[in-house]
């Protein structure tokens, strides 16, 4: 019997079951329900998967599909990994976790997960902090929220991901743009959209 892979928790709705290249070589994904929650699964052979390259690029992928069906979707994403031995062992997690899924999915509705890195040019001299505190003033009044990364390297002058109003996607692409067209010593690396795993904090244990 094959096992439930978790991609994420959404608002339970028709439309959730889809053709796609998912974890572990499955073709499709499809919703395990309680109530108004449900899980967005495909079924995989193992409970401990191996996070290859790939599998974690369909794992996001899977989520960006998810949120980006019929106009968009709010999604409570899971870390990869998250897997389940049948449909009642994820839906007892599911009655156990509904209050703190319910706040979560309240808290990040109908925003997406943006990334920006600012890396200086080889032997530029910058003020950081004078950098960082521009790229704050002109991006934080356009998100609802933001989390600082970790600098892995001493050319990296800001790492951060910031929680975004579908909304407001388009006033933040520009702010980006300008920030780029301000400074001729940095470079800008913006990634997204991705769910918004940085902004989640529901943790809960595979069965």
């Given at each position: ?14 439309g ?40 974690a690029?369909r ?45 979560t ?61 579908r ?41």
């Amino acid at each position: 019997m094959s096992n439930r892979y978790v991609y994420g928790i959404v608002e339970s709705d028709e439309g959730l079951a889809f053709e796609t290249d998912a974890v572990g070589g499955a073709d499709r994904v499809y919703p395990v329900e309680h109530r108004r929650l449900a899980a967005v699964v495909s079924d995989i052979d193992t409970t401990e998967p191996e996070e290859t390259d790939e599998d974690a690029k369909r794992h996001d992928e899977v989520l960006r599909e998810l949120m980006e069906r019929d106009g968009g979707r709010t999604v409570v994403p899971m870390q990869f990994g998250m897997v389940f031995e049948s449909d009642r062992a994820l839906k007892n997690v599911l009655r156990g976790a509904r209050p703190a899924f319910r706040r979560t999915m309240n808290d990040v509705e109908g925003t997406v997960e943006l990334g920006v890195k600012v890396v200086r040019e080889e032997d530029a001299d910058v003020d950081r902090e004078a950098v960082v505190e521009d790229v704050s003033e002109r991006l934080e009044s356009i998100a609802d929220g933001s989390v600082e990364n970790g600098l892995f390297s001493d050319r990296l002058v800001l790492n951060r991901s910031y929680l975004v109003d579908r909304d407001d996607r388009e006033a933040f692409d520009e702010a980006v743009a300008t920030l780029e067209e301000s400074y001729d010593d940095l470079i800008f690396k913006y990634s997204g959209p991705f769910a918004p795993y940085s902004f989640v904090d529901v943790h809960i244990g595979a069965q």
